[in-house]
């Protein structure tokens, strides 16, 4: 029988000893990025739960209360998820999940909070909305391929979407506005700046720095967004060869 703990994360030494449930390794290059981002945010009630299965990181998930969410969602007295991971395949079906979401639920009710929300998507870098279903969340809005879903705990206003459809600025250049909440830009950045240099093309970046900011964010996804003419041409984490592939659209 498999040995489960959860770990609740709130400092930075605590991310030192567990990692970040999605990269364990500190030399990632996002590793460091990511811990200067949580020193500030576990300042306004960010909390972050490491699964490790037989001593190993199988999965993670970080909320926070809704004023400090980095997605495009106004809501007050909720909790909502940025992120929920369950590392390899071999991990799931084994109810890990439900395990990581129940914690955030009960979390909810020790603050007397109104809920728990999560923006969800089936396209890639988000989680699907099938376990939150699974585990009692509605879906109160749909846009585009992003969902918002709601655990409700007490009678309040629902959480909404922020339209980021008028965030859409325009700009002739490629622009990358991004938060630092994923680690993965670390690597992103460098990557997607080789690739315009050598297409000799102008990439800006941006890096969002407040929630607020987020929220304000053009697209669903929130953390990074690529834009160019006025149109999100990119709302997630993208490789170096997509990247190329949308300078290949752009010029055509």
């Not at 991310?15 to 500030?40: A, D, M, S």
């Not at 979390?107 to 279903?133: C, E, H, Y």
């Not at 190329?244 to 055509?252: L, M, P, V």
Request: charged content about 30%; hydrophobic content about 35%; glycine content about 8%.
């Amino acid at each position: 029988m498999s040995k489960v703990e959860l770990v609740k994360v709130t400092s930075e030494a605590d991310v030192r000893k567990y990692g970040l449930g999605c990269i364990t390794n500190p030399k990632h290059p996002g590793f460091e990025t990511k811990i200067k981002w949580l020193n500030r945010e576990f300042e306004n009630g960010l909390t972050m739960l490491i699964l490790n299965v037989d001593d190993k990181s199988a999965g993670m998930i970080e909320y926070t209360p809704a004023e400090h969410f980095w997605r495009p969602v106004k809501a007050e007295k909720y909790l909502m998820i940025h992120c929920f991971w369950i590392v390899q395949s071999k991990y799931h079906g084994r109810g890990y999940g439900s395990q990581l979401i129940d914690e955030c639920i009960k979390n909810a009710k020790q603050k007397r909070l109104n809920g728990v929300g999560v923006v969800t998507s089936s396209g890639p870098w988000m989680a699907d909305k099938r376990v939150f279903i699974k585990n009692g969340f509605k879906e109160v809005e749909s846009k585009g391929r992003f969902k918002l879903l709601v655990k409700q705990l007490k009678k309040g206003t629902l959480p909404t979407f922020i339209d980021w459809n008028e965030n859409q600025i325009s700009s002739k250049e490629f622009k990358m506005v991004y938060t630092n909440q994923c680690p993965m830009f670390a690597k992103c950045i460098p990557d997607l700046k080789e690739v315009a240099n050598d297409k000799k093309v102008s990439f800006k970046f941006s890096e969002l720095k407040l929630p607020a900011d987020a929220q304000n964010a053009p697209s669903g996804y929130g953390v990074m967004n690529i834009l160019k003419d006025g149109k999100v041409v990119a709302d997630h984490y993208i490789s170096s060869k997509r990247f190329e592939n949308i300078i290949k659209r752009g010029k055509s």
